[in-house]
């Protein structure tokens, strides 16, 4: 009997705002949503952007207020508390030469090791020096444009390292923080309880970033240092590695023991993470997983990287889809006529546990994550061109949901959420994988969602937001339309795909199965298989019976009601981020031993393993 990975609850932050209670999700469908539903949404988002705080936060927007909302949220153009990509700095190689030579002044400690041969250098006192030289080799300060205007930004105003003690932290690692912590404080249910009744070896962590961290706290001042005459610190080195985002949050929101890990696979990261988790919970490994990305990818030379390659929407390709003016929100177009994908940061995570656990703590439960398939292309032309693997992701999952809910909830309520990325070639492959696979399963009108149409593309974090959007089309029913783009593109797959270009609204109890897709750079293909919160309840009840449930939503009342008291802190702007530097740390002379467990001052005893997996052998 395998456990069932049941989603117990769910943070984050991206450019649709805070993750946690759909709020993110419902950004997305704020034109489908009732009065105060939508001014609900609104008062959360300008309480987030430091608009509106604490008592003033709740009610309703003036019209210029909710306007700066609306601006300040989803894909736009890039705001210049990034870099002005009208005018981004650069270093400009130069060789200087006069007939006559060359005759200047400096300081004595910055003359260079060794001297150039045709330095003459002549001392002046006072630590100055005089030198004649016949030439020089400089770097001049210069100023260009970027052509890459657009990208899905955190909302304007908010700020992640404003919320905890920041110092020298990357963004990134600053928003897997945050992201974290919100994901905690929304579970309802205090973090010891889980590990008590879990125990500590049985929590496992499994998080990353997909491109490290490569602003100046990171990878990214490490390998410019030198060039640019500053020193290299102790922290940019250890800060820049893919697993810190699994790193802080065992060390500084979760204080774990337990199992980590950082799996990466270009942009399905999340997806990798996901399954790690899933097979540690149905092996009964784990009794609880974490699983979370963050990326923080808005940096000029990132952003060079992916343009050099032809990946990005850039600014000519942009005014040829907008003759007169850009619309820079609209820059992200899946499935439409597009010119290349929006870079976007952000950071997802969710928290399962095995069915068992989830009922017998009372924890929320938002859906279930039944498997997570992977499958690289095989012999490839190109490192970054798809392939074959996407077949068998899409094909397995959809295989497997069929053999879990059946064939009616296949073929009639289910949903895709695509890869969607908004470049020319995705448009057409991953529609054909879609529209070929669904002939071959008997699906009619499939709906097609792409996220990334808002959201821009946020590498490691983005099949994150895939699940926490349909997390929220399980609550609410109202499945996101492709808005940026007017028509499909002539050379996209469809006959048996519905891809709708606007929200669409359905019963909730109507959507069984989500299908999580991903392709990433390298051939890392992922199909996740998501269930709806009623349908892993109607498992539950089969598996532990009518009275079991009926004591579970008995002791979800306390962890709902905590939960939505942090959901009430939250909207007010008091997210209170969980950053637990130095505290609680363990005495390990106070280790208690012996040969059948072990016990860490302030956690439950771990019992040591007594029997022989491979007793068949030997």
Known sequence: MQRLPVITAFGGFNPAGRSSFHRGYRRLVLDKLGAAERTDVLSDLAALMGLRRGAEAAGPLDAALEQQVLNGTLVRELEKRFYDYRSCHYHQPAELSNGDGFTFEMAARQLPEPLPEDWQVESLGDGRVRVRCSGLSVMLDSYREISVASAGQLPTGFEPGEEYNSRFHPRGLQLAILGASDAVQSLGI??????????????????????????????????????????????????????MPADFVNAYVLGSVGTTGAVAGAC???????????????????????????????????????????????????????????????????????????????????ILMDDALALELGATIHGAVANVFVNADGTKKSISAPGPGNYLTVARAMAEARAIVGEESLRRRSFVQAHGSSTPQNRVTESAIFDRLAGAFGIERWPVCAVKAYLGHTVSAASGDQL?????????????????????????HHGNLDISLEHTEREPESLDVAFLNSKGFGGNNATATVLAPHVAERMLAKRHGAAALTDYRKRNEAASEQSAAYDSRASRGELNAIYRFGEGLVDESAIEISSAEMTLPGYPSVTLPDTNPFDDMT
Do not use: H
């Open 190 to 243: 205090d973090w010891e309880t889980v590990v008590a009744a879990a125990g500590p070896e049985k929590i496992s962590v499994y998080a990353s970033s997909a491109m490290s961290q490569l602003d100046p706290y990171g990878n990214g001042g490490l390998l410019q240092s030198r060039l640019r005459g500053n020193r290299v610190s102790s922290k940019q080195l250890a800060l820049g590695l893919t697993s």
């Open 268 to 350: 399905a990261t999340y997806l990798y993470n996901l399954r790690a988790a899933v097979e540690d919970i149905r092996s009964g490994r784990a009794r609880v997983a974490v699983v979370g990305a963050a990326e923080a990818p808005l940096v000029p030379e990132v952003v060079d990287g992916y343009t050099t390659m032809g990946a990005l929407a850039n600014l000519d390709g942009l005014r040829k889809l907008f003759p007169g003016e850009i619309d820079y929100r609209r820059a992200s177009r899946p499935f439409g006529e597009n010119c290349g994908f929006t870079l976007g940061e952000g950071t997802q995570w969710t």
């Open 468 to 492: 926490i959007t349909s997390l929220g089309i399980f609550s609410r029913g109202i499945l996101p339309g492709i808005t940026t783009i007017d028509r499909l593109a002539d050379d996209v």
